[in-house]
């Protein structure tokens, strides 16, 4: 059973950059597909991105700009940075993932709520 | 895009009962890449079914999904206390992966 642990700052001041890690724990982190998502009142659940076993990454195209998600399978964590915030990126994130698919999600965080905010 | 529409959007049912949760899509979605998430407040969503039909690993048999193309249910054959929450669909035949807006089980 695997164990998600997110890290990473609660208030990020606009066009700043906020950086999020998930540290596995668990068997076989690198044969998994590890994803990010969020959740907001205005805009509901949300596909941020995903790393994939071999390494390659899939974004929401509407983030694809700002978007970097990257893994260190060594110390079995994975992260998240985006660049450029604003008021709109204000949501709990949650980093997931799954074995079997880059889809759907069956292990997740806890949830790490980000507000933008000067 | 496509856009995932759940109905009803509140469903008020007695434990007990059955509850049947619809998912529309705006296009065709494939049975593989649809899912179903329960989430309780406070809590991250929890994959209950996967590929349209397939229990997600420990999820009680009363939970079931069907359908294709665009029309997609999720049964609760018996609801329990604990089913009482929020459910979304989701997609991932097409990017960007997408969510229903959601059908929230109250007890009435």
């Known amino acids: 059973q695997m164990q998600l642990q997110q890290s990473g700052p609660g208030l990020v001041k606009p066009s700043e950059t906020l950086s999020l890690t998930c540290a596995v724990s668990?068997?076989?982190?690198?044969?998994?597909?590890w994803s990010w998502f969020r959740q907001s009142p205005g805009k509901g659940l949300e596909w941020i991105g995903y790393?994939?076993?071999?390494?390659?990454?899939g974004y929401n195209p509407s983030l694809e700009s700002r978007l970097t998600i990257s893994r260190e399978t060594p110390n079995s964590q994975f992260s998240l940075i985006l660049t450029s915030m604003t008021t709109a990126d204000t949501a709990l994130y949650f980093c997931?993932?799954?074995?079997?698919?880059?889809?759907?999600?069956?292990?997740w965080g806890q949830g790490t709520l980000v507000t933008v905010s000067s | 895009e496509i856009v995932l529409t759940q109905s009803p959007g509140t469903l008020s049912l007695s434990p007990g009962e059955r509850a049947t949760l619809s998912c529309r899509a705006s296009?065709?979605?494939?049975?593989?890449?649809l899912a179903w998430y329960q989430q309780k407040p406070g809590q991250a969503p929890r994959l209950l079914i996967y590929?349209?039909?397939n229990r997600a690993y420990g999820i009680p048999d009363r939970f079931s999904g069907g359908g294709s193309g665009t029309e997609f249910t999720l049964t609760i054959s018996r609801l329990e206390y604990e089913d009482f929450a929020i459910y979304y669909c989701?997609?991932?035949?097409?990017?960007?992966?997408?969510f229903g807006q959601g059908t929230k089980v109250e007890i009435k």
């Open positions: 997931a993932g799954d074995r079997n698919s880059y889809g759907h999600a069956k292990y």
């Open positions: 668990g068997d076989f982190f690198s044969r998994h597909y």
């Open positions: 790393i994939s076993p071999s390494g390659s990454a």
């Open positions: 296009q065709s979605v494939s049975r593989s890449e």
């Open positions: 590929a349209a039909s």
């Open positions: 989701q997609q991932f035949t097409n990017s960007p992966w997408t």
